[in-house]
């Protein structure tokens, strides 16, 4: 089963706006949460990474909030670009378990 | 500084074939981990090897084997091809520090075609 649940599957955001995408887990085993980038016909590409002692963490335009409470985190794309635009998965693993566990994704387009 | 670097980039084969993909990890890095990407989904784990063993599975057949060489760089064989293998395949590195979760860098993958 999906360990990681990710939405939305996709998004359209104007040049300038704020992309918001969530996930969240069960595994409270989980102490690693990645972001990764994936254009069309490329390998996914780490973006941006927290641990579960800090609650956000700030990229130049990317951010990762992460509530372990909740068991939830989401990766804020500030002031989008049409560079942007792409498939985002986020991810988890714990100390004991070597693999990542990825989200389905989410498809973001930025209109200019 | 060489990145993942994965051969060949695309790859038609029919059932019941079998096929070998090779990845060399990135500079430094001494593990190497397997994931299959089904189109339109995220990634789902095969494998992983450190120090030439395989050190954890996920939920994959037999058919899916692997290897990895003393210079770190590693295969993955997958035999008896069924039309549900047409996937991305995906080789990730990272380098082991005893420091546990560090960060994978994945490769472009291998895109393979089963007809």
């Known amino acids: 089963q999906q360990q990681v649940k990710q939405s939305p599957q996709s998004l359209i955001v104007q040049k300038g706006g704020i992309s918001i995408i969530n996930c969240a887990y069960e595994?409270?085993?989980?102490?690693?949460f990645p972001w990764y980038q994936q254009f069309p016909g490329k390998g996914p590409a780490l973006l941006i990474a927290?641990?579960?002692?800090?609650s956000e963490k700030k990229e130049g335009r990317f951010t990762i909030s992460f509530n372990k409470s909740a068991k939830q985190f989401s990766l804020h794309i500030m002031d989008s670009q049409p560079g942007d635009s792409a498939t985002y998965f986020c991810?988890?693993?714990?100390?004991?378990?070597?693999?990542?566990?990825f989200g389905a994704g989410t498809t973001v387009t930025v209109r200019a | 500084d060489a990145g993942v670097t994965q051969s060949p980039t695309h790859l038609i084969k029919t059932r019941g074939q079998q096929v070998t993909l090779r990845c060399s990890p990135k500079?430094?890095?001494?593990?190497v981990s397997w994931y299959q990407q089904a189109l339109g989904q995220g990634p789902q784990f095969i494998f992983q090897?450190?120090?030439?063993?395989?050190?954890q599975r996920g939920n994959f057949p037999d058919r899916f084997s692997g290897h990895q060489f003393p210079n770190y760089s590693s295969e993955l064989n997958v035999n008896a091809l069924l039309l549900g293998d047409s996937a991305l395949y995906l080789c990730?590195?990272?380098?082991?520090?005893?420091?546990?979760?560090?960060?994978?860098?994945f490769g472009d993958g291998t895109r393979l075609s089963i007809l």
């Open positions: 927290i641990r579960p002692d800090v």
């Open positions: 090897y450190y120090e030439e063993e395989e050190r």
């Open positions: 500079s430094g890095h001494d593990t």
């Open positions: 595994n409270t085993a989980f102490d690693y």
């Open positions: 990730a590195s990272s380098r082991s520090t005893g420091v546990p979760n560090q960060p994978q860098h």
């Open positions: 991810a988890a693993s714990s100390r004991s378990d070597y693999k990542l566990s």
